[in-house]
């Protein structure tokens, strides 16, 4: 095998193919990533046999076909370092050798027969999903999944699926992130009475593999599996078993709560200030609605305190409730600085909802006095 290959191109591709390869492996052939090429250029392919994704590249011209496996290592270092534009890289199975102008690396190589093959979207019934809009509902839920939960379900994305949306809602058991986007069923594609949970880290690599402008990426669960193509992508990931919190019935009744608009980027601002003097041992920090004023006061003990007043549209009764900062801020971050946002609110007592008009929503569960 002889390619000559455009190193920027070929060093974004293979990171992101690099992510899934495992740092530690009892099968050390998992520590690389497949190259091979193709009638239009190259694929690169890397699995922990959990994970596994292929990235097809075009416009890598092939001097003679072949295979390869790149130690993952190596291999990325010299594709970062290098000062070429244009590389050459040569496999005769044993050994690769890549070399630029001014330099020239040759490295060991596998048997690339023994790499494990990573499953094709050969899927005749799917879910087509705007790629931006599915990039979205990855990093408006991602944050609030729990690895380290022994609830092995709560270290995943929730998808639900509908004729015309999917539905994405992560929890760690004191904050729940739901996410509505739009998703049209293709052939018999399963509306979802089976649950279809996502690991975290599968869900972050969906997000990077298809950042490149996709406009649709095709989704099809089965095998109790998920498979995504992109244009160039495909991504393959075992579900997480178990079941999920049923998730519905953590709002609270909207007849119950105030909605108090606020813009994100001003909120976020006075969220940060009040949360300045917040330490692990009491995290809250209290927040007053009244008299046209967001009050937030921060007890830090011997940190300190914090009051930061926020001007609001609101003039009814005094409603106080006691949060976590940090959890008010990672639903902030999730959002653009100039969107505004209904901060739904009961009392001390009664989970907070926050909410957009393009079908996000986030629970927030209260802290009690001495938190």
């Known amino acids: 095998m002889q390619i000559q290959c455009d190193r920027e191109k070929l060093l974004r591709a293979f990171q992101t193919a ?42 890598f011209p092939a001097t003679s076909a072949g295979q390869a496996l790149l130690p993952v290592d190596r291999v990325g270092s010299i594709l970062r370092e290098s000062p070429d534009d244009q590389l050459s890289i040569t496999s005769d199975g044993r050994r690769v050798v890549i070399e630029g102008q001014r330099s020239k690396f040759q490295l060991p190589c596998e048997d690339p027969a023994s790499y494990p093959d990573v499953q094709a979207f050969d899927a005749d019934a799917y879910h087509e999903v705007p790629a931006a809009a599915f990039r979205g509902l990855v990093r408006r839920t991602i944050f609030a999944t729990d690895n380290e939960s022994t609830r092995y ?30 998703a049209k ?53 075992r579900l997480i078993e178990g079941r999920f919190p049923s998730w519905r019935a953590v709002f609270p009744a909207r007849d119950e709560l105030v909605d108090i608009r606020l813009t994100v980027g001003e909120f976020h601002a006075a969220v940060r200030q009040a949360a300045i003097v917040i330490g692990q041992e009491r995290r809250g920090v209290d927040f007053r609605f009244a008299d046209g004023t967001l009050e937030m006061i921060g007890h830090g003990g011997e940190l300190g305190e914090s009051r930061v007043e926020l001007p609001i549209a609101y003039d009814g009764p005094e409603i106080r409730v006691r949060l976590d900062p940090r959890y008010v801020s990672d639903f902030l971050k ?38």
Do not use: W
Not at 154 to 182: C, H, M, N, W, Y
Not at 340 to 362: H, P, Q, R, S
């Open 18 to 59: 690099a992510s899934v390869v495992p740092s530690r492996s009892p099968k050390p052939v998992l520590q690389n990533v497949k190259l091979e090429t193709t009638n239009d250029g190259i694929a690169l392919t890397a699995t922990d046999l959990e994970v596994g994704i292929r990235i097809d590249l075009s416009g």
């Open 153 to 182: 379900a709560l270290g995943g994305v929730l998808l639900e699926f509908g004729d015309e949306e999917i539905i994405g809602v992560s929890t760690d058991g004191r904050r729940l992130a739901k996410q509505v986007g739009p």
């Open 185 to 237: 069923a293709i052939g018999q594609a399963a509306s979802g009475e089976e649950m279809t949970i996502v690991p975290a880290r599968a869900m972050h690599l969906l997000e990077r593999a298809t950042a490149e402008n996709d406009e649709k990426i095709f989704l099809a669960v089965r095998d109790n599996a998920v498979l995504v193509q992109s244009q160039r992508t495909t991504v393959y990931a």
């Open 334 to 371: 999730a959002l653009e600085p100039d969107q505004n946002l209904e901060f739904g609110v009961k009392d001390g007592e009664t989970a907070v909802v926050c909410k957009t008009d393009d079908g996000y929503a986030y629970v927030i569960m209260p802290l009690s006095q001495g938190q």
